[in-house]
C-alpha cells in the first residue's frame, strides 16, 4: 500500500499571504488529522477530517481552516501568514481515528 | 487541559545496550497510548501501542509498560542499534480518536 504523501514538500511564503497544503491518505483511510511541529510548541493537534466531516478541532486560530474531499484527499488551509506559522505541517491518516500514519510533511517557511 | 511530557529530552546509550525512554501523561481519562519514532526530515513513525486496559504489550524488539497509577509509560527498547537514533515521542487519546495530544520528544543517540 502506498503511504500518506504530502505536497508540497516546501514551501516559502510571505507575511499576509495564504496557503494551500494537501494530504493523500493511505487507501481506504477515511480520517484525516493535520499537526503542526515546531522546535518550541512540539506536535500540536489542528484538526481531523473523518468522511468529509470535521470530527475534532485543537486550539488553533481560525485563520487555520481544513476540509475533506469524498475520496478521503484533504487540504488546509493559512490564511494571512504570519511569521509564527513557520513549522512542519504534517497529516496523518488512519481507518478508525486511532492508529494514524503520517506523511513527511510540509515545511512551511514564512519570511 | 491534558498534557504529555517526557522525563529526560535525550539519551545517549552504547550500541547494544537497552533504551528506556519514560512518559508521564495528566489525563486519567486517556484511553490509548502511542509511542512514536521520528528521524530527521520524516514523519513520526507508528512504533508500538497500548490501550488503557493493559499494563504491558510487546513488539519486535520493544516493549510499552503502562502503569495507570502514576500515570507512567515506558518504551523499552532491546538491544539498541544505530539505525534506533531518532526522536521518540509518546502520544495519548481519550475519547477523541482522531486527536493525539503528543509529549515534547526524547532524542536516542546510539553511540557505536
Known amino acids: 500500500k502506498a503511504g500518506v504523501t504530502q505536497t508540497p514538500r516546501y514551501l516559502i511564503k510571505t507575511r499576509g499571504q495564504q496557503v494551500t497544503l494537501s494530504c493523500s491518505p493511505i487507501?481506504?483511510?477515511?480520517?484525516v488529522s493535520w499537526y503542526q511541529q515546531t522546535p518550541g510548541q512540539g506536535l500540536q493537534f489542528l484538526f481531523e477530517?473523518?468522511?468529509?466531516?470535521?470530527?475534532n478541532k485543537g486550539n488553533f486560530p481560525g485563520r487555520f481552516s481544513g476540509r475533506q474531499f469524498s475520496n478521503s484527499r484533504s487540504e488546509m488551509n493559512v490564511s494571512t501568514l504570519e511569521l509564527g506559522d513557520s513549522a512542519l505541517y504534517l497529516c496523518a491518516s488512519s481507518a478508525t481515528g486511532f492508529e494514524q500514519y503520517f506523511g513527511p510533511g510540509t515545511r512551511l517557511t514564512v519570511t | 487541559g491534558e498534557s504529555v511530557g517526557l522525563h529526560l529530552p535525550t539519551l545517549s546509550v552504547q550500541e547494544g545496550d537497552n533504551s528506556i525512554i519514560n512518559c508521564a501523561y495528566s489525563n486519567s481519562a486517556s484511553d490509548y497510548f502511542i509511542w512514536y519514532k521520528q528521524e530527521s526530515g520524516k514523519g513520526p513513525q507508528f512504533i508500538i501501542d497500548i490501550r488503557s486496559n493493559m499494563d504491558k504489550r510487546q513488539g519486535q524488539r520493544v516493549t510499552v509498560l503502562l502503569n495507570k497509577t502514576v500515570k507512567h509509560l515506558s518504551l523499552q527498547i532491546a538491544a539498541t542499534q544505530p539505525g534506533d537514533s531518532a526522536v521518540y515521542f509518546c502520544a495519548e487519546k481519550g475519547t477523541n480518536a482522531g486527536k493525539s495530544t503528543f509529549g515534547d520528544g526524547t532524542t536516542l543517540t546510539v553511540k557505536p
Open positions: 487507501s481506504g483511510h477515511r480520517s
Open positions: 477530517y473523518f468522511s468529509e466531516t470535521q470530527r
